[in-house]
């Protein structure tokens, strides 16, 4: 049900290359200009690639994940725009309109049988429409740009100000990891700790089999959507809060990432198996890879072809040395 | 076995990160106050310690002079270094980590076009925080805030509203005018809508505009069937074309030469497409604008600033770096005007905007 022995490779992968760029670059190391907006970073992808990790589960995938995401970041803006609501009651109404369109869109997918790739597609349309109508309509510059009490320490603080008596977490931490870390623990215990998780499991491995022994599949299929929905809409929080509005554009980027955390991370595309802390590892990888290049100095030539290079032969030297261990 | 790969992930990272202690005291946060003024030239007396990097939104025609105007800053005032970036590949997250990644490497002086008006003075504010100077270079933030400690851009309203009328000018005051723009959400798209909606406004009802054709610069490609749907659609009745956006300016003036429709095509930027179409005829005018002298003054400024020999007199004001229209008779000469108010802009910063020490 779900892959370990990758994720050792992918964990010694990111190691090595840390130690590389640090090496490259000294500057790799400096707490506030790097790691700070590095594991900013690694925790909204990772929350991404959460959101296509639970539809990939059932076998299934969701291509509105940005628009999911930026659906639900409107209802954020709309709550602290007219309504004037609080950073976490804003942040409630947007999850909970991120979950009932996931929902939605797995309804129509149960009910009428047609695939994941289509329905979803049809739904980023629908959005990539209504979206920029409502902000359009409601705001001067197609954003939100109120900042409610607290947006601005979400960004900026860290776990160094989080003291015990005279001893603090670390500067480098971002506290917008945490709304990382819970979704990974409540998926973790939801996949190997309860019922419906390993239900969701079964679906996408087997959904005939699953159907037969009793699972109710097209809940599950519901299920899945709506956590998509979910936690897209925390990825769409977590970036505004660290780019600083809540805008029509938000999660355009989220697409290619949202797959690559995940299937780096040993999730299966066919559905069945999945990996939380894979996604964590393979969302670090990537911004690791891109995070080093800048810092030797790579320019926009050759920038994604080394990453695209790094990445390839990274994981071929992980599979390589996998199947080594496997024979032996 | 399950939990081993999260505790190795957690022992890495606070490996990596560490803890620390409380501090004692706040640090203190350097400040730069000056009460002298300035009413003739300021000359940078000392450049070498300040690295400027001026960073656009991705790669774009547009900020290619920024590329020319970063060497001759540094070789001009003697800069400890000016490098010119354009990673950031149109995803604001992205230009906040460029940023980031900039200053680890030593830049303290940012010249930077937001991706997202609405977000930059976030950024900005994080900069700025952090005890570097910023400016923010083609473009300003969106709302009546700058947080950067100057703009330097193109008003593109008034750009936009001067491109227009242009365009009304040569279809003789009257007719059917269509305005072909970029990303529709984006800020400065809506002002530049703006601009063409008072020309148009203006006439009295005497030109009708088409409803705008937005979202048409992501490349040449959509840009060329847009303008290829609208001509042949409605190209009879069309009088004029304003494109406010590079792709569409350059697909409008090639496909109405293609057309042998008689209209008015007024573009922006001074692309050399762009100005072959004006000397060839098959576009009327285009707006320049002048990213060189933003780019160059801006350097110059910036440096003054991060070396503390001045500091603004009016943080977050903002500078219309000038646009200029082109047209087939001064299609070869424009430039000189351009350098002209480049060296004003310079004159007017340390006259009026800079006090310095």
Not at chain 1, 256 to 266: N, Q, R
Request: aromatic letters at 6%.
């Amino acid at each position: 049900m779900s892959t370990r022995k990758p994720l050792f490779g992918l964990l010694g992968l990111i190691v090595v290359l840390v130690v590389v760029f640090g090496t490259l670059s000294p500057a790799f190391f400096d707490e506030r200009l790097v790691l700070f907006p590095l594991l900013r970073d690694i925790a909204i992808y990772t929350v991404v690639g959460l959101a296509q990790m639970v539809v990939l589960s059932i076998g299934h995938m969701n291509l509105a994940v940005g628009r999911m995401a930026a659906f639900s970041a409107m209802f954020m803006g709309l709550s602290y725009d007219r309504l004037h609501l609080p950073l976490y009651a804003g942040l409630c109404i947007g999850l909970l309109a991120g979950a009932a369109i996931g929902a939605f869109t797995g309804w129509i997918i149960a009910r009428t049988g047609v695939n994941s790739f289509v329905v979803t597609l049809a739904m980023d349309f629908a959005l990539l429409g209504l979206i920029p109508v409502v902000y359009t309509a409601l705001t001067a510059n197609a954003a939100f740009t109120v900042k409610p009490d607290g947006m601005r320490e979400l960004r900026q603080y860290s776990l160094g100000d989080v003291c015990l008596g005279n001893v603090c977490g670390s500067p480098a931490v971002p506290q917008m990891m945490l709304l990382a870390v819970a979704p990974m623990l409540a998926l973790g215990y939801l996949y190997h700790g309860t019922r419906p998780g390993r239900e969701l499991l079964l679906t996408g491995s087997n959904p005939l089999a699953a159907e037969l022994s009793g699972i109710p599949t097209r809940r599950r299929v519901v299920t899945a959507h709506l956590l998509s929905g979910l936690l897209a809409g925390l990825a769409g929080f977590m970036l505004a809060v660290a780019t600083g509005s809540f805008r029509a554009t938000i999660g355009e980027e989220f697409l290619l990432p949202s797959f690559l955390g995940a299937i780096l991370g040993g999730t299966a595309m066919a559905g069945g198996v999945v990996s939380v802390i894979g996604t964590f590892l393979g969302t670090s990888l990537t911004l690791v890879i891109r995070r080093g290049l800048e810092l030797v100095g790579i320019g926009l030539e050759y920038l994604n072809v080394y990453l695209g290079v790094i990445l390839l032969l990274a994981l071929s030297a992980d599979r390589f040395l996998q199947r080594r261990g496997v024979k032996s | 076995m399950r939990i081993a790969p999260s505790a190795a992930c957690c022992l890495i990272l606070l490996g990596l990160v560490g803890c620390s202690t409380r501090p004692t005291e706040s640090a203190a946060v350097p400040t730069a106050a000056s009460t002298a003024t300035a009413s003739g030239p300021v000359e940078l007396r000392e450049g070498s310690k300040v690295k400027v990097a001026l960073v656009p939104g991705g790669a774009h025609p547009y900020f290619q002079p920024w590329k020319e105007a970063a060497r001759q800053s540094a070789a001009d005032f003697h800069l400890g270094g000016v490098v010119f970036n354009e990673t950031a590949e149109w995803d604001q997250a992205k230009q906040n980590n460029l940023l980031d990644s900039l200053a680890a490497q030593g830049y303290n002086a940012f010249g930077v076009f937001g991706v997202s008006p609405t977000d930059i003075n976030t950024t900005f504010g994080d900069l700025k925080s952090k005890g570097f100077a910023v400016a923010s270079l083609a473009s300003c933030p969106a709302g009546d805030t700058n947080e950067a400690d100057f703009c330097l851009s193109t008003d593109v309203e008034v750009a936009a509203y001067k491109a227009a009328k242009a365009a009304i000018d040569a279809m003789g005051g009257k007719g059917v005018l269509v305005h072909l723009t970029g990303n529709n959400v984006d800020a400065n798209t809506q002002r530049r809508i703006k601009g063409v909606d008072k020309a148009v406004e203006e006439t009295s009802g005497a030109v009708k505009l088409l409803p705008v054709v937005a979202d048409v610069d992501k490349d040449l490609q959509t840009a060329q069937k847009a303008v290829a749907d609208l001509l042949a659609a409605r190209g009879k009745e069309i009088g004029g074309i304003v494109s406010t956006a590079y792709n569409p300016a350059v697909a409008a003036a090639a496909g109405v030469k293609k057309a042998g429709l008689p209209i008015k095509v007024v573009a922006i930027d001074d692309d050399p497409e762009i100005l072959r179409a004006i000397r060839e005829g098959s576009a009327y005018a285009t707006i320049a604008q002048n990213p060189r002298g933003q780019a160059y003054v801006g350097s110059w400024a910036l440096a003054l600033l991060q070396s503390q020999q001045c500091t603004m007199r009016q943080p977050g004001v903002v500078i219309d770096s000038g646009s200029f229209l082109v047209t087939k008779e001064n299609v070869d000469g424009y430039d000189t005007e351009r350098r002209k108010t480049s060296e004003q802009i310079k004159q007017r910063f340390a006259a009026e905007l800079l006090s310095c020490r």
